[in-house]
């Protein structure tokens, strides 16, 4: 007869939820600070501010400031990574990758101060690291597997998958780009040149009928 589980946790394992939630609202702290005053607002000492703790706290987790925004940046790609796999799989791959196009723009609509630390240059004294980068990289792993399974089935040109995603990538962010610094201003209007640029991309990729 197995032992009944225990409805409590132990010393260690408390400490360590602990910690994570600690670490998590240390993220959402820095980051609603980035969206409501700006990036010069993310500072240690801000932070600590925010959720009244001494800046030794938040040191201890991350080490630096650098190490925070770190943080930030894989959490941004954990949220992005969540976006894309929340887009369903059909049977009409030009249109997932399509979906896949229009999850990234929710994404930085629904979560703009990590779109502006991320991709946006918002905190120009940070330079993501080999971790930060790599989690990039996982979090698109869906358009590029997405664009391999259009290639394979003949939908889009044969040619270097990671050079395509990459020139997606290029194209949209400059798109939403324009719109954070205001030269896009009207959202209806951004919608429309996003939705333009989307279809203009995938023309030049799929294969023409006078290919087949």
Known sequence: MSEPSHPYKTYS???????????????DAA???????GPEAVTVRRV?????????????????????ANEMYLDGCRLLAETFQQVPNTD????????LGWAYWQFAQLHS???KMMFGGALSDFKPDEQSLEGTT???SRILQTVIHAMKQG????????????????????????QFAGHLADINMV?????????????AFKISSSQV
């Not at 980051?31 to 005053?37: D, G, K, P």
């Not at 009409?92 to 399509?98: E, G, Q």
């Not at 939908?155 to 290029?170: C, F, G, K, N, T």
């Open 48 to 68: 600590a501010q925010k959720l009244s703790c001494s800046t030794k706290i938040i040191y201890s987790i991350f080490g630096s400031k650098d190490g925070l």
């Open 92 to 99: 009409n791959v030009l249109a997932d990758l399509k979906a």
């Open 191 to 203: 919608q429309e040149v996003y939705a333009f640029t989307l279809d203009k991309l995938f023309s």
């Open 31 to 37: 980051c609603i600070l980035l969206a409501e005053e």
């Open 155 to 178: 939908e889009l040109a044969e040619q270097d998958p990671i050079l395509v995603v990459r020139m997606l990538w290029s194209a949209l962010h400059g798109v939403i780009h324009l």
């Open 13 to 27: 394992e408390v400490k360590l939820q602990q910690q994570q939630l600690l670490r998590k609202n240390v993220i």
């Open 138 to 140: 996982t979090a698109l």
């Open 113 to 115: 101060a990590y779109y």
